[in-house]
């Protein structure tokens, strides 16, 4: 059964990290770009982070310095380490590969980060 789970989400002080996992059900996976995207309420979802299967990550201006996005081939997930978050960052946050014909190019359940001041 393909599965994208994400996780790690929580309620942290400004200043304070996290990080969020992606966790996928097959290799297909490692051979596509992923992307973190966030959704705060009454915002669109955007993009805030990539990564390719080979090459430079991409970031958001608003995350760019404070977050990083990682990935473990071996563990088919991809990580997304927030740090120096502040109270603007709270949102649900959500994985999904780039591409929209992959089995894992469906929205999930997200995973939600809270930030307080």
């Known amino acids: 059964q393909v599965q994208l789970v994400e996780s790690g989400g929580g309620l942290v002080q400004a200043g304070g990290s996290l990080r969020l996992s992606c966790a996928a059900s097959?290799?297909?996976?490692?051979?596509?770009?992923v992307g973190w995207y966030r959704q705060a309420p009454g915002k669109l979802r955007e993009l805030v982070a990539a990564?390719?299967?080979?090459?430079?990550?991409n970031y958001a201006d608003s995350v760019k310095g404070r977050f990083t996005i990682s990935r473990d081939n071996a563990k088919y997930t991809v990580y997304l380490q927030m740090n120096s978050l502040k109270p603007e960052d709270p949102a649900v946050h959500y994985c999904?590969?780039?591409?929209?014909?992959?089995?894992?190019?469906?929205w999930g359940q997200g995973t939600q980060v809270t930030v307080s001041s």
């Open positions: 999904k590969t780039i591409a929209t014909t992959t089995p894992f190019a469906s």
């Open positions: 097959g290799s297909i996976f490692n051979a596509n770009a």
């Open positions: 990564i390719p299967t080979g090459g430079s990550t």
